[in-house]
């Protein structure tokens, strides 16, 4: 049996389309927007910035980011306003952020005297860095999130009040009160943490939780 292909493309100065048609029956169609180019199929040079043998993955940094960030950071700073970057769990790279660790993330704000870090427990609790930085570069951070968390086969799977979840939060909040940063903690739970729980209750408690776990470290 012969095999017509066909590779059919439009180009416009807003889009190109190309469109792949076997024996008359369309089999793939890509388009790309100049207003959102792609980069999947291009060649970089890049930088390895961390190697998790554990998920066999390699984060690499291709400089993309740090170029966006700092046009981010320049608008801020003209506007006087504090550019936050957190870091997010490696096991969400595909779904959330490309920034998956505090030594990465410190990385990318260095240059910027008006970008600080959003350290969310639930994203950097498995990072070394975590307490360190807390401790001798409190100046970068501008608040933490906290909350406990709820683990199913080894990843986070949830948000949870502070007297709840898999966290040790006593010995957990010791190390970020180690050091010099006296900044905002925050308590954060999304509807999904929630289910049928009081919000107004679980907020109000945070307070208390939170004094227990400093008393108890």
Request: charged residues 20%; glycine residues 8%.
């Given at each position: 049996m012969t095999?017509?292909?066909?590779?059919?493309?439009?180009?416009?100065?807003q889009e190109t389309r190309v469109a792949i048609v076997?024996?008359?029956?369309?089999?793939?169609?890509?388009?790309e927007r100049q207003g959102s180019?792609?980069?999947?199929?291009?060649?970089?040079?890049?930088?390895?910035?961390?190697?998790?043998?554990?998920?066999e993955a390699a984060f690499i940094d291709i400089g993309l980011v740090k170029a966006g960030f700092a046009e981010l950071a320049a608008e801020a700073k003209a506007k006087g306003v504090?550019?936050?970057?957190?870091?997010?769990?490696?096991?969400?790279?595909?779904?959330?952020?490309?920034?998956?660790s505090i030594a990465h993330a410190l990385e990318i704000i260095d240059p910027h005297p008006n970008a600080k870090l959003i350290?969310?427990?639930?994203?950097?609790?498995?990072?070394?860095?975590?307490?360190?930085?807390?401790?001798?570069?409190?100046?970068?951070?501008?608040?933490?999130?906290?909350s406990n968390l709820r683990i199913e086969n080894g990843q986070p799977a949830g948000r949870d009040n502070?007297?709840?979840?898999?966290?040790?939060?006593?010995?957990?909040?010791?190390g970020l009160l180690s050091g010099n940063y006296r900044g905002p903690f925050e308590f954060e739970l999304f509807p999904g943490d929630v289910g049928e729980r009081d919000v107004r209750s679980l907020i109000a408690a945070f307070p208390r939780e939170f004094a227990d776990c400093v008393a108890a470290a």
């Open positions: 095999i017509s292909e066909e590779i059919l493309v439009n180009i416009t100065p076997e024996n008359g029956a369309l089999q793939e169609v890509c388009i180019r792609g980069i999947v199929g291009n060649i970089y040079k890049g930088k390895v910035n961390r190697v998790l043998p554990g998920m504090i550019l936050g970057l957190e870091p997010i769990h490696p096991a969400d790279i595909l779904t959330k952020g490309c920034i998956n350290l969310d427990v639930y994203h950097s609790w498995w990072d070394p860095d975590f307490p360190r930085l807390l401790r001798e570069a409190p100046e970068k951070v501008a608040v933490v999130q906290v502070l007297a709840s979840g898999a966290l040790d939060m006593p010995r957990f909040i010791a």
